[in-house]
């Protein structure tokens, strides 16, 4: 079986509706807190720039307070 290129629309668009209900996003972590919540649009995607309280915000409505736990 070979493998069929797909581009990256469709690809997104199969698996955000598999795993996420159509709601596909990624959260970029930088080195000092700050962060990016980046959204498709189209073939390429959306940023929006987070602060560092903004991205601890995003964190735990994600993973709520277990976010920071450690063990």
Do not use: W, Y
């Amino acid at each position: 079986m070979r493998h069929q290129p797909e581009d990256l629309a469709d690809a997104l668009a199969r698996d955000s509706k598999r795993f996420f209900g159509g709601d596909l996003f990624a959260v970029v972590i930088m080195p000092d807190g700050t962060g990016f919540h980046c959204v498709p649009a189209g073939e390429s995607m959306d940023a929006e720039r987070l602060s560092r309280d903004e991205m601890i915000e995003k964190l735990i409505e994600l993973f709520g307070p277990s976010a920071f736990r450690t063990n």
